[in-house]
């Protein structure tokens, strides 16, 4: 089946987002291993394999529609010290909220309600998995302060 040249566009720029979204989970939850920040390391890691299932979810469609999946990552925003992370990998998931939306808009207007669908559960993930959580970490830095929260993750 051929899809619409503009949603195939629209889905590799995507992918491009779930793919760096993977590496920098993957790097951070490294990272939170290495400092002994275990819980850290452990939920990351989970958003890791998410990402990589979004990924997985894009590729099929892009090859269904007849597109050429392009397996470039965006550019990572690394963090540097568990805050910055936290608030790095925040700034990532509304981005790809903004990004979904606009995608679902787009399909819509052709008429691609199958891709439509694929969107919608990853913007539920996005908000209501990743970014909810990412906002309660960063509230609970603010509520515990900093030593407190971290000696929660170990
Ligand atoms: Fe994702
Ligand atoms: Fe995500």
Do not use: C
């Given at each position: 089946m051929q899809g619409h040249p503009k949603v195939i566009e629209t889905l590799n720029a995507l992918l491009a987002g779930e793919l760096m979204a993977r590496d920098q989970y993957f790097i951070h939850s490294r990272m939170y291993e290495e400092w002994g920040y275990?819980?850290?390391a452990a939920r990351i890691g989970h958003e890791m394999e998410d990402?990589?299932?979004?990924?997985?979810?894009?590729?099929?469609?892009?090859?269904?529609?007849?597109?050429?999946p392009n397996m470039v990552p965006a550019p990572l925003k690394l963090g540097h010290h568990v805050p910055d992370?936290?608030?790095?990998?925040?700034e990532v998931e509304l981005e790809v909220q903004q990004n979904l939306k606009d995608a679902i808009?787009?399909?819509?207007?052709v008429g691609d309600y199958v891709t439509r669908d694929l969107l919608v559960k990853q913007l539920d993930d996005t908000e209501n998995d990743h970014a909810h959580w990412l906002e309660q970490q960063i509230r609970l830095i603010e509520m515990l302060g900093l030593p407190n929260y971290?000696?929660?993750?170990?």
């Amino acid at each position: 089946m051929q899809g619409h040249p503009k949603v195939i566009e629209t889905l590799n720029a995507l992918l491009a987002g779930e793919l760096m979204a993977r590496d920098q989970y993957f790097i951070h939850s490294r990272m939170y291993e290495e400092w002994g920040y275990t819980k850290l390391a452990a939920r990351i890691g989970h958003e890791m394999e998410d990402e990589t299932m979004h990924a997985d979810m894009f590729i099929k469609r892009i090859l269904t529609l007849g597109g050429q999946p392009n397996m470039v990552p965006a550019p990572l925003k690394l963090g540097h010290h568990v805050p910055d992370m936290l608030q790095k990998d925040f700034e990532v998931e509304l981005e790809v909220q903004q990004n979904l939306k606009d995608a679902i808009k787009l399909v819509e207007s052709v008429g691609d309600y199958v891709t439509r669908d694929l969107l919608v559960k990853q913007l539920d993930d996005t908000e209501n998995d990743h970014a909810h959580w990412l906002e309660q970490q960063i509230r609970l830095i603010e509520m515990l302060g900093l030593p407190n929260y971290l000696q929660s993750q170990l």
